[in-house]
């Protein structure tokens, strides 16, 4: 598993665990963690955009 790829499954687990506890939806729970951690979802942007160009090659 690459680097890219372990941030973007910590990424969801992330989201999920903060809608269950917080009882937020999925586009609020990432919100709340840009807000609160703009670099973390910098970095996630990122894994997901290499992943989308990994994919399309």
């Known amino acids: ?3 890219n790829e ?3 499954k910590a990424w969801d687990q992330l ?3 903060l809608s269950q506890k ?3 939806s999925g586009d609020q729970a990432v919100a709340h963690v ?3 951690f703009p ?3 910098e970095l ?3 894994a997901k955009r290499q992943k989308r160009v990994k ?3």
């Open 15 to 17: 989201v999920r665990t």
């Open 44 to 46: 996630y942007k990122e």
């Open 34 to 36: 840009k807000k609160h």
């Open 55 to 57: 994919t399309s090659d």
């Open 6 to 8: 372990k941030l973007l």
């Open 22 to 24: 917080e009882g937020l």
């Open 1 to 3: 598993m690459t680097k």
């Open 39 to 41: 670099e973390l979802y």
